[in-house]
């Protein structure tokens, strides 16, 4: 049961009505029998610490039935907006009607919540007033702050949940009916020629995109995905996704827009990065410098027909893991079409190994130094939060990766190139480094001198080897044709 009720996709449920029905007609009866109640509660412990903390991965059955009625409350809130928001009036046709199924499902999975959430609350206080005398001082324990959390992805993760999916105004309209926008956006134009029409089908099925978005967007100290999607349009989102841990875009902050045209979902949404450079950096094989992603969801690549987008059965959460599982990698030079075969050769590597000095000291001063300098306004508290969280371990992955390429400089192969690569990562780093130390300890947290003091000293050695150990000027002749800084 737990398993089906851990389903927080709306889509997904509206394909099995029949199951979700029957299941919810289940929970009633447990519900109505007073001596299988505890069964929708969390698994009874000796220790109340215990069993505060299974409540708060919320196993119970209870628990992960309120949050699916959050779900498609949600939604229908959502597909109610949009349809109050809309300026002229949708003729549906049958194609577009809300599944009979699922009209009958919303409110079946609104009243079991109602009928499950009484009757466990009518155990809990039994059981509350049973054990009070027990254990009084433990339930009166305050929840641990941030500052004594045990570790980095404690802290990270417990700071940046509530960033990960929000609203922001991108786009207004002026008296006429104009649209303007508020933010930089790829797609501007395609939005102000579309027609005012919007089927009934994709208003629903943004809906219940947005509801997956605001559940299920991957969060990590190592790798995260931040979403958010206009005021009014949830047909105009802008993405960030940090670089995961132990590839070469580690850290850095990488901003997307999506635009999910008009015939969507038959049609696959726009992506487009906008952490380019100013269009002067080519960060992987499948994103190119004037920001087009290529990946067979979008049907931007060509593939096998089962990875190509299903508008049944694909939806935007699988295309943007699919940019951070698939495309941001630790060897992305292998992601050129061709190139897979020369994998564990000497010749791949070192090319792999030379294409990754590139892409690091670029992650430095476009995903990092360029961020924090000029943030997003969409994703500016979560890009300050996140350096700052982790500015101690960014500046030692910088120390790392530069003694990383330093030690090819005298490869005869690579080491003319792996040398300005060198260079430029110094040179970013220093600049990096000044940026972070200037942060302010933003609202919420308790400042750490002790995080202070250890990025001071772990750039102690990197900042000493760039005035020690600079590398001489070379003319633009002695540059590689392919060389960007």
Sequence with gaps: MSSYLRNDSVLDMARHVP???????????????????????????ENVEEEEEQSECQ?????????????????????????????????????????????????DIQRTAEIVYAATTSLRQANQEKKLGDYSKKVAMKPKPLSVLKSLEEKYVAVMKRLQFDTFEMVSEDEDGKLGFKVNYHYM?????????NSAARARRLAQEAVTLSTSLPLSSSSSVFVRCDEERLDIMKVLITGPADTPYANGCFEFDVYFPQDYPSSPPLVNLETTGGHSVRFNPNLYNDGKVCLS?????????????????????QV??????????????????????????PSGTQSSREYDGNIRQATVKWAMLEQIRNPSPCFKEVIHKHFYLKRVEIMAQCEEWIADIQQYSSDKRVGR?????????????????EELLKLPCPDGLDP????????????????????????????SKELPSDFKL
């Design 448 to 475: 750490d001198g002790e995080d202070a003091s250890e990025m001071c000293s772990a750039t102690a050695g990197a900042e000493g080897t760039l005035m020690h150990d600079q590398v001489k000027p070379c003319s």
């Design 297 to 317: 969801i979008l049907n931007t690549w060509h593939g096998r027909p089962e990875e190509k987008w299903n508008p049944q059965t694909s939806s935007f959460l």
């Design 59 to 107: 196993t119970s059955v209870g628990t992960l039935l309120a949050k699916m009625k959050t779900c498609v409350d949600t939604y229908t809130n959502r597909l109610r907006s949009k349809r109050e928001n809309a300026k002229t009036g949708v003729k549906p046709d049958a194609s577009d009607q809300e599944p009979e199924g699922l009209t009958l499902l919303v409110p």
């Design 320 to 345: 943007l893991v699919s940019v951070q599982s698939l495309i941001l990698v630790a060897e992305p030079y292998f992601n050129e079409p061709g190139y897979e075969r020369s994998r564990g050769t």
């Design 19 to 45: 199951l979700y029905r029957a299941l919810l007609e289940l929970l009633r009866a447990i519900a109505s029998c007073t001596s299988m109640v505890p069964l929708l509660l969390p698994l009874s412990t």
């Design 417 to 433: 190139t792996m040398s300005h690569h060198a260079a430029a990562l110094k040179r970013h780093t220093a600049q990096l480094r």
């Design 189 to 197: 134009s395609q939005v102000k020629n579309a027609n005012d029409a």
